[in-house]
């Protein structure tokens, strides 16, 4: 199966080890993955914050770079979803836009769905000794619908342990230029969110968004709670050999 | 007299920094907020149905609006032949001259009124004191709000920033007659109320009320509502006038079946609604009027995202679940339609002229926890998106994502602005300047890495 690794560019510029940790994963469970170069930003904050050309603009450029493989595979619920469910209502119904979003955007999976929908496997050979709650971000929840994927396949790590976060849906209050649009209430979202953390007693705070996990990692280090941020992907590729 | 949301000044960032410092309306939001949700998603996940409801509410209103012309005709026509009036009002203006002329004409200075969101939207009481006539509002809520001249903060539950301690001072200082002795126990205090209003009930002749749903093919209104007021109201006085929205139609008494249960679920978190009253025309020789307001709504209705706000039934749900109202309160949105659904009406029925309102559709971190809740499943964060796109934008920020975009459109710029970070990521301070320093002052920046994934990707694999 021809996979491409779509990044996302938060992703590449300031969490390459989730590209990597993304890449040894998919080669362990036997993908060829692709990285094509080409690739950018899907659009989402341009189009998020009111400013659609532009977004537009990298909507198209997606759908071109993308074009072809079997699968594109991203890890963020976030990015996913931006392809997914808003691209579709970016292009004049029945264009050549429409068209090209039409082909690529079905193809386009978030790192559990792929795991569990495509390849059909929850437990992918991780081994992870710690104590570990998990953030379903909103828009891998209630975008996506990702469910208890990733869950799932936390669950099926040896050495983890998955403790329950209270509150969990609850907006982290990132929403990307929210964070700094809203920074009163963004940040109050954030405070209460650290606290349901912290009352896990979990070492490692788990999540499908790097984004959100900026937010919610900034306020835990700024707070010194001693509670480290990992992507899901990291984690799963985490194993016995590699500890 | 409540006071005047029109021509508040400030923006939400500003007005909702002030609402997260307050300690006291933060406790009494979280908890009324989350007894709320809690109710609601009881009772709406013990129907097996819910999701087939919720879609057959969504067509019925989206079938109502794509024919408002056809089955406010048809409305009209019933109402009269059951000999009710029917006056049509462009704006908030007309509509206020028509009831200030009605309740004049009958020579009464003073009405009582059923909780409405029509008549908050234009402001009638305000309009009725000018011409010397006094509202007395009838709904605790609406009761507790109008004695501490206070703005509404909530959809259903107008005081719901207040919570009964605050209650029993407003009573004590403002209701005329009532006990030195009152405690603030709800039952005492929804006591002291009922003693209060029910003067008003019986002396009153003229009533004004809103309307949660109007049937087309029977010209009948409907109110629900959960403390017999409306009922008193209503029923009462010899005169009764109704200032109703004009998306407010269905088309026959068989649809109401479907909102008869998704609102109460949505809304109170209850089965079934207390008090629901239905009339239709002039009964027993009460004088009957029927407003039908527009006041924007046509406009909103030729958006063709925009449009679907107008299918909100007023429940309020997405104000329960939405963490930013739960954070802000009411009053940040400077509306009398707070939360998501205010944040996407407001600006769609007063325009963004204004700073505040410019700032509503930027008041969501796009969650989608409003959209889920929403019994006519309106697409809350899809018309945000849509509305900031029409927005106005600040000069620096439209640079900034012109950048931004410029250097997206081209991998081999992303590429050379990647370095850059990585060889200035020594100098990155701890406290970002300009509008960074938002994100600086309560978190910490992450460190920027030696090399971005597609340099390593480069590095690795291509060769």
């Known amino acids: ?243 | 007299m409540s006071a005047t949301f029109l021509g508040m000044p400030g923006n939400f960032p500003e007005n909702s920094r002030k609402a997260v410092h307050d300690s006291q309306l933060r406790f009494n939001l979280r908890k009324a907020t989350h007894t709320i949700r809690g109710k609601r998603a009881s009772v709406v996940g013990e129907l097996p149905d819910w999701q087939e409801l919720r879609a057959a509410g969504k067509a019925i209103k989206e079938h109502t609006l794509r024919n408002l012309d056809r089955y406010l005709i048809r409305l009209e026509a019933a109402v009269t032949a059951a000999g009710g009036t029917v006056h049509w009002a462009r704006d908030a203006a007309e509509a206020n001259r028509i009831v200030t002329g009605l309740v004049k004409a009958t020579g009464e200075t003073e009405v009582v009124k059923v909780k409405s969101m029509a008549t908050q939207e234009i402001e009638l009481n305000q309009a009725l004191a000018e011409q010397g006539i006094t509202a007395y509002e009838t709904d605790l809520a609406e009761l507790i709000v109008q004695l501490g001249d206070d703005f509404p903060s909530h959809i259903l539950v107008p005081a719901i920033h207040r919570n009964r301690s605050e209650i029993r001072e407003i009573f004590l200082d403002r209701m005329p007659g009532v006990s030195p002795d009152l405690t603030d126990d709800p039952p005492a205090l929804a006591e002291a109320a009922r003693l209060h209003l029910r003067e008003r009930f019986l002396r009153s002749k003229v009533a004004i009320s809103g309307a949660n749903f109007m049937v087309a093919e029977t010209g009948t209104l409907v109110v629900l509502e959960s403390e017999g007021n409306g009922r008193m109201c209503l029923t009462l006085p010899e005169t009764l006038i109704s200032v109703v929205g004009i998306e407010k139609l269905l088309p026959s008494w068989r649809d109401l079946e479907v909102f008869l249960q998704l609102l109460p679920r949505s809304s109170t978190g209850e089965r079934m609604n207390p008090y629901t009253s239905m009339w239709t025309g002039a009964v027993e020789g009460q004088d009957f009027h029927l407003v039908l307001l527009d006041n924007g709504r046509t406009d909103v209705l030729a958006d063709e995202v925009g449009r679907q706000a107008l299918r909100c039934i007023r429940c309020s749900a997405c104000l329960n679940v939405c963490p930013v109202y739960e954070r802000a309160g009411g009053h940040a949105y400077g509306s009398v339609y707070p939360g998501p659904i205010g944040a996407i009406l407001t600006p769609q029925l007063r325009g963004m002229s204004s700073e505040l309102d410019a700032s509503l559709p930027y008041a969501s971190s796009l969650c989608g926890a409003c959209y889920e809740v929403c019994p006519v499943a309106i697409d809350i964060p899809e018309v945000l998106v849509d509305l900031r796109a029409k927005a106005p934008h600040a000069a620096a920020e439209r640079a900034g994502m012109k950048v931004a975009g410029w250097i997206f459109n081209d991998h081999r710029r992303l590429a050379r602005a990647q370095r850059a970070a990585t060889r200035l990521r020594k100098l990155v301070p701890k406290r970002l300047p300009g509008p960074l320093s938002a994100w600086t002052d309560t978190r910490d920046v992450p460190e920027i890495p030696e090399e971005s994934f597609r340099d390593w990707w480069e590095r690795n694999e291509r060769a």
């Open chain 1, 1 to 243: 199966m021809r996979v491409a690794l779509f990044i996302t560019c938060v992703n590449d510029t300031l969490f390459p080890g989730t590209g990597k940790a993304v890449v040894s994963l998919l080669r362990r469970l036997g993908c060829d993955v692709d990285f094509p170069a080409a690739q950018t930003c899907c659009g989402q904050m341009h189009v998020n914050t009111g400013y659609r050309e532009e977004g537009v603009r990298l909507a198209r450029h997606f759908t071109e770079v993308f074009a072809g493989y079997d699968a594109v595979v991203a890890p963020s619920g976030s990015c996913a979803a931006m392809v997914r469910e808003q691209y579709p209502k970016l292009a004049r119904p029945g264009s050549k836009g429409a068209a090209a979003i039409a082909e690529v955007a079905p193809r386009v999976y978030e790192l559990s769905e792929f795991l569990i929908d495509v390849l059909k496997t929850e437990d992918v050979g991780a081994y992870f000794p710690h104590r570990v709650t998990y953030h379903p971000t909103c828009h891998s929840l209630r975008g996506l619908h990702l469910g208890d994927r990733p869950t799932r396949l936390l669950r099926n790590v040896r050495g983890l342990e998955l403790v329950p976060l209270p509150g969990a849906e609850e907006c982290c209050g990132f929403g990307g230029t929210f964070a700094v649009k809203n920074p009163a209430v963004s940040a109050a979202m954030g405070a209460d969110k650290t606290r349901s953390i912290m009352d896990t007693g979990a070492e490692v705070l788990c999540a499908a968004d790097n984004s959100c996990l900026l937010h919610i990692g900034g306020t835990l280090s700024r707070q010194k709670t001693g509670v480290r941020t990992m992507h899901l992907a990291e984690i799963l590729a985490s194993t016995e050999e590699a500890q």
